[in-house]
Protein backbone atom coordinates (compact mmCIF):
# COMPACT_ATOMS: atom_id res chain seq x y z
CA UNK A 1 0.00 0.00 0.00
CA UNK A 2 1.77 3.11 -1.40
CA UNK A 3 2.14 6.06 1.13
CA UNK A 4 -1.18 8.51 1.06
CA UNK A 5 0.63 11.64 0.91
CA UNK A 6 2.18 10.64 -2.18
CA UNK A 7 -0.43 8.97 -3.81
CA UNK A 8 -2.36 12.75 -3.37
CA UNK A 9 0.48 14.14 -5.03
CA UNK A 10 -0.18 12.30 -8.63
CA UNK A 11 -3.70 12.08 -8.67
CA UNK A 12 -4.65 13.18 -12.08
CA UNK A 13 -6.22 16.30 -12.53
CA UNK A 14 -4.48 17.87 -9.28
CA UNK A 15 -2.91 21.19 -9.39
CA UNK A 16 0.91 21.28 -8.19
CA UNK A 17 1.14 22.83 -4.61
CA UNK A 18 2.54 26.41 -5.11
CA UNK A 19 6.02 26.74 -3.95
CA UNK A 20 6.66 28.99 -0.55
CA UNK A 21 6.61 32.83 -1.00
CA UNK A 22 10.79 34.45 -1.37
CA UNK A 23 11.01 36.24 1.50
CA UNK A 24 12.43 40.07 0.19
CA UNK A 25 15.61 40.95 1.73
CA UNK A 26 16.01 43.86 2.93
CA UNK A 27 18.17 46.63 0.58
CA UNK A 28 21.70 47.44 1.33
CA UNK A 29 22.55 50.35 2.42
CA UNK A 30 24.41 53.38 0.24
CA UNK A 31 27.90 53.19 0.30
CA UNK A 32 29.33 56.02 2.25
CA UNK A 33 30.97 58.78 0.77
CA UNK A 34 35.13 59.22 1.95
CA UNK A 35 36.60 62.23 1.41
CA UNK A 36 39.86 60.83 -0.34
CA UNK A 37 42.94 62.95 2.01
CA UNK A 38 45.80 63.11 -0.78
CA UNK A 39 48.74 61.67 0.04
CA UNK A 40 51.90 62.56 1.80
CA UNK A 41 54.01 63.99 -1.25
CA UNK A 42 50.93 66.11 -2.65
CA UNK A 43 50.31 67.76 0.52
CA UNK A 44 53.87 68.65 1.02
CA UNK A 45 53.88 69.84 -2.56
CA UNK A 46 50.88 72.29 -2.21
CA UNK A 47 52.57 73.76 1.16
CA UNK A 48 55.67 74.04 -0.78
CA UNK A 49 53.81 76.18 -3.38
CA UNK A 50 52.09 78.28 -0.97
CA UNK A 51 55.12 78.91 0.61
CA UNK A 52 56.54 80.04 -2.57
CA UNK A 53 53.84 82.15 -3.98
CA UNK A 54 53.98 83.52 0.05
CA UNK A 55 57.13 84.68 -0.58
CA UNK A 56 57.14 86.43 -4.27
CA UNK A 57 53.94 88.47 -2.42
CA UNK A 58 56.49 89.45 0.41
CA UNK A 59 59.41 89.82 -1.62
CA UNK A 60 57.13 92.22 -4.16
CA UNK A 61 55.94 94.33 -0.95
CA UNK A 62 59.72 94.78 0.69
CA UNK A 63 60.94 95.72 -2.77
CA UNK A 64 58.09 98.67 -3.34
CA UNK A 65 58.86 99.66 0.03
CA UNK A 66 62.58 99.91 -0.58
CA UNK A 67 62.13 101.88 -3.54
CA UNK A 68 59.37 104.01 -2.18
CA UNK A 69 62.08 104.47 0.77
CA UNK A 70 64.63 105.25 -1.50
CA UNK A 71 63.13 108.05 -3.62
CA UNK A 72 61.31 109.74 -0.30
CA UNK A 73 65.42 110.17 0.73
CA UNK A 74 66.61 111.50 -2.28
CA UNK A 75 64.08 114.63 -1.96
CA UNK A 76 66.36 115.18 1.14
CA UNK A 77 70.19 115.30 -1.25
CA UNK A 78 70.84 118.24 -3.84
CA UNK A 79 70.45 117.50 -7.28
CA UNK A 80 74.71 118.09 -8.38
CA UNK A 81 75.97 116.64 -11.49
CA UNK A 82 79.53 115.56 -10.96
CA UNK A 83 81.67 116.57 -13.96
CA UNK A 84 85.22 117.01 -14.46
CA UNK A 85 86.60 121.15 -12.88
CA UNK A 86 86.43 123.39 -15.45
CA UNK A 87 90.30 124.63 -13.96
CA UNK A 88 93.05 122.81 -15.10
CA UNK A 89 97.04 122.51 -16.17
CA UNK A 90 98.04 121.14 -19.58
CA UNK A 91 101.65 121.42 -19.28
CA UNK A 92 104.21 124.26 -20.39
CA UNK A 93 104.01 125.59 -23.98
CA UNK A 94 106.97 123.74 -24.69
CA UNK A 95 105.08 120.88 -24.73
CA UNK A 96 103.43 121.02 -27.55
CA UNK A 97 104.38 120.92 -31.32
CA UNK A 98 103.16 123.13 -34.41
CA UNK A 99 99.76 122.06 -34.87
CA UNK A 100 96.34 120.17 -33.22
CA UNK A 101 96.53 118.81 -29.89
CA UNK A 102 93.71 116.18 -29.05
CA UNK A 103 95.10 114.25 -26.26
CA UNK A 104 93.07 116.38 -23.71
CA UNK A 105 89.78 115.90 -25.59
CA UNK A 106 88.18 113.19 -23.71
CA UNK A 107 89.53 114.38 -20.19
CA UNK A 108 88.40 117.60 -20.66
CA UNK A 109 86.99 118.36 -24.09
CA UNK A 110 89.22 120.84 -25.20
CA UNK A 111 91.96 120.90 -28.45
CA UNK A 112 95.23 122.60 -27.80
CA UNK A 113 96.29 124.80 -30.76
CA UNK A 114 99.85 125.69 -31.46
CA UNK A 115 100.95 128.81 -33.77
CA UNK A 116 103.73 129.92 -34.57
CA UNK A 117 103.32 133.18 -32.41
CA UNK A 118 100.26 132.14 -29.87
CA UNK A 119 98.83 129.17 -28.12
CA UNK A 120 95.19 128.77 -27.77
CA UNK A 121 92.55 126.42 -26.87
CA UNK A 122 89.03 125.47 -28.25
CA UNK A 123 86.59 124.38 -26.51
CA UNK A 124 85.02 121.08 -28.35
CA UNK A 125 81.46 122.17 -28.40
CA UNK A 126 79.74 121.95 -31.70
CA UNK A 127 77.73 125.22 -31.77
CA UNK A 128 75.02 123.95 -33.82
CA UNK A 129 73.65 121.75 -31.49
CA UNK A 130 76.20 121.26 -28.64
CA UNK A 131 77.91 117.71 -30.16
CA UNK A 132 81.78 117.55 -29.75
CA UNK A 133 83.64 117.92 -33.23
CA UNK A 134 86.35 115.08 -33.80
CA UNK A 135 89.82 116.62 -35.42
CA UNK A 136 90.38 115.16 -38.63
CA UNK A 137 94.27 115.07 -39.70
CA UNK A 138 93.95 113.93 -42.97
CA UNK A 139 91.58 116.63 -43.94
CA UNK A 140 93.25 119.12 -41.99
CA UNK A 141 89.66 119.76 -40.27
CA UNK A 142 86.84 119.51 -37.16
CA UNK A 143 83.97 117.20 -38.35
CA UNK A 144 80.63 117.39 -36.10
CA UNK A 145 79.77 113.83 -35.95
CA UNK A 146 75.59 114.38 -35.54
CA UNK A 147 74.90 116.73 -38.12
CA UNK A 148 78.31 117.16 -40.69
CA UNK A 149 79.28 120.82 -39.40
CA UNK A 150 82.99 121.65 -40.09
CA UNK A 151 85.70 123.63 -38.58
CA UNK A 152 89.43 124.86 -39.59
CA UNK A 153 92.17 124.07 -37.30
CA UNK A 154 91.34 127.35 -35.46
CA UNK A 155 87.53 126.47 -34.99
CA UNK A 156 86.30 128.47 -37.32
CA UNK A 157 83.20 127.12 -39.08
CA UNK A 158 83.21 127.04 -42.81
CA UNK A 159 80.56 124.03 -43.33
CA UNK A 160 77.55 122.21 -42.55
CA UNK A 161 74.46 123.86 -39.78
CA UNK A 162 77.15 125.59 -37.72
CA UNK A 163 75.87 129.05 -37.21
CA UNK A 164 79.36 130.50 -35.47
CA UNK A 165 83.27 129.47 -34.58
CA UNK A 166 83.54 127.45 -31.72
CA UNK A 167 85.03 129.07 -28.23
CA UNK A 168 88.17 129.32 -27.21
CA UNK A 169 89.05 128.45 -23.46
CA UNK A 170 90.40 131.61 -20.86
CA UNK A 171 94.38 131.00 -20.37
CA UNK A 172 97.14 131.62 -18.10
CA UNK A 173 100.55 131.25 -17.43
CA UNK A 174 101.00 130.00 -13.36
CA UNK A 175 104.32 131.19 -11.51
CA UNK A 176 105.90 127.47 -12.12
CA UNK A 177 105.17 128.28 -15.95
CA UNK A 178 102.06 125.14 -16.31
CA UNK A 179 99.55 126.71 -19.13
CA UNK A 180 95.99 126.92 -16.62
CA UNK A 181 93.08 126.23 -18.84
CA UNK A 182 89.61 127.80 -17.50
CA UNK A 183 86.59 126.11 -19.78
CA UNK A 184 84.28 128.24 -17.21
CA UNK A 185 85.44 131.67 -19.11
CA UNK A 186 84.76 131.12 -22.66
CA UNK A 187 85.20 133.98 -25.89
CA UNK A 188 83.17 133.66 -28.82
CA UNK A 189 82.15 135.48 -31.94
CA UNK A 190 79.02 135.78 -33.13
CA UNK A 191 77.90 136.62 -36.67
CA UNK A 192 77.77 140.24 -36.76
CA UNK A 193 79.90 141.24 -34.02
CA UNK A 194 83.68 141.66 -33.36
CA UNK A 195 85.37 138.74 -32.41
CA UNK A 196 86.88 137.94 -29.02
CA UNK A 197 89.40 135.35 -30.20
CA UNK A 198 92.23 138.42 -29.49
CA UNK A 199 91.24 139.63 -26.06
CA UNK A 200 93.95 138.76 -23.36
CA UNK A 201 93.53 135.32 -21.79
CA UNK A 202 92.14 134.11 -25.06
CA UNK A 203 95.19 132.95 -26.42
CA UNK A 204 99.29 132.82 -24.78
CA UNK A 205 102.00 134.20 -26.71
CA UNK A 206 104.92 131.96 -27.65
Excluded at 72 to 80: C, G, Q
Aim: overall charge positive; some cysteine; aromatic content about 12%.
Amino acid sequence: MADSTDASLNIPGSRPAAPPPAVAKPASPPPKKTSRKPAGGEESAESENFRQRRRIVWTCVVGYLGVSFLMFLRFFFPRTLFEPSTIFKIGSPSDFAIGVDTKFQKAYRVAVVKEPERLFVIFLKCTHLGCTPDWKPAENKFKCPCHGSGYTSEGINFEGPAPRPMDRAHLEVDPEGQIVVNTGQLYSWYKGEPSHFNDAGAFIPV
